[in-house]
């Protein structure tokens, strides 16, 4: 199975901007999608950004415009470059590979995520 590490969250005043990265390793060689997801505090986790095996992106509305995903197939890792943040942005953020089966998608096990700190 695929293993996920993620980095390079931190604390960062509002209108900051971080990159995360994440790592993947293990059986890699069928992933279709490399997503990033995040969790606060009282809410569900939910879908941020993903990226394709060919490329394509989608963004959950609330970052259009300010977080850019991005991969690098070479090296196995995913990045998330988030500008303006806001202190809605503060979340514990996960990456996850994705593979496609039929019409299902399924992820592999989470990591232990980064978190993000966006004071105001």
């Known amino acids: 199975q695929v293993q996920l590490v993620e980095s390079g969250g931190g604390l960062v005043q509002a209108g900051g901007s971080l990159r995360l990265s994440c790592a993947a390793s293990?059986?890699?060689?069928?992933?279709?999608?490399m997503a990033w997801y995040r969790q606060a505090p009282g809410n569900e986790r939910e879908l941020v950004a993903l990226v394709t095996s060919g490329g394509s992106t989608n963004y959950t509305d609330a970052v259009k415009d300010r977080f850019t995903i991005s991969r690098d197939n070479t090296k196995n890792m995913v990045y998330l470059q988030m500008n303006s943040l806001k202190p809605e942005d503060t979340a514990v953020y996960y990456c996850?590979?994705?593979?496609?089966?039929?019409?299902?998608?399924?992820?592999?096990?989470w990591g232990q995520g980064t978190q993000v700190t966006v004071s105001s």
């Open positions: 996850n590979a994705l593979t496609k089966r039929g019409t299902s998608w399924y992820g592999a096990p």
């Open positions: 293990g059986r890699i060689f069928n992933i279709d999608a």
